[in-house]
Antibody
Framework: QVQLVESGGGVVQPGRSLRLSCAAS????????MHWVRQAPGKGLEWLAV????????KSADSVKGRFTISRDNSLDTLYLQMNSLRPEDTAVYLC????????????WGQGTMVTVSS | DIQLTQSPAFLSASIGDRVTITCRAS??????LAWYQQKPGKVPRLLIY???TLQSGVPSRFSGSGSETDFTLTITSLQPEDFATYYC?????????FGGGTKVEIK
């Protein structure tokens, strides 16, 4: 069935790095724009980044610009989020979502992976 | 960046009530607004997109309206499964933004 499955979360010290993955199945991954969103404990949703279907266009939120990098491997149907220089305020559940194309809503969401930044 | 202000932040209602949640954008976004429902421990679920288009499989008691800066999500007859937090999202321009959420609780 159509699904997104994130992995790679965990507990990491401030200043360290982590790479999240999001494996897609049940749809043609290479035809769809993909996004990362996070949700801090007890808080709302925060959009982080988007990558176009072919990987050629990317946008990110100011809060993670220069530290987080979105990428994809269409041969593996997988989306990535490389997170560097992590801060305690990056502690959140990280979710990937499908946005199909520009201005398209997020119709498929992964279950999320928890990232805790703590010493 | 476009700010989205949802109101109210909390709403207490009874089964069968008509519920209205508003979302105001800091600048015009045409009709590029979506609404999501999130239950505790679950991921968001798309309810409405393009301000008023119901996502497939979403009950018809949910409806959306509005354009440019003022939008509304209405639930005509609140059901037990509708108690959740609702978020609006603007898709007009990057960075994409979400409203702060409206938690609908049982009265």
């Amino acid at each position: 069935q159509v699904q997104l499955v994130e992995s790679g979360g965990g507990v990491v010290q401030p200043g360290r790095s982590l790479r999240l993955s999001c494996a897609a199945s049940g749809f043609t991954f290479s035809h769809n724009n993909m996004h990362w969103v996070r949700q801090a404990p007890g808080k709302g949703l925060e959009w982080l980044a988007v990558i176009s279907y072919d990987g050629n266009n990317k946008k990110s939120a100011d809060s993670v610009k220069g530290r987080f990098t979105i990428s994809r491997d269409n041969s593996l149907d997988t989306l990535y989020l490389q997170m560097n220089s992590l801060r305690p305020e990056d502690t959140a559940v990280y979710l990937c979502a499908r946005g199909e194309t520009y201005r398209h809503p997020f119709d498929i969401w992964g279950q999320g992976t928890m990232v805790t930044v703590s010493s | 960046d476009i700010q989205l202000t949802q109101s109210p932040a909390f709403l207490s209602a009874s089964i069968g009530d008509r519920v209205t949640i508003t979302c105001r954008a800091s600048q015009g976004i045409s009709g590029y607004l979506a609404w999501y429902q999130q239950k505790p421990g679950k991921v968001p679920r798309l309810l409405i997109y393009a301000a008023s288009t119901l996502q497939s499989g979403v009950p018809s008691r949910f409806s959306g309206s509005g354009s440019e800066t003022d939008f509304t999500l209405t639930i005509t007859s609140l059901q037990p499964e509708d108690f959740a937090t609702y978020y609006c999202q603007q898709l007009n321009s990057y960075p994409l933004t979400f409203g702060g959420g409206t938690k609908v609780e049982i009265k």
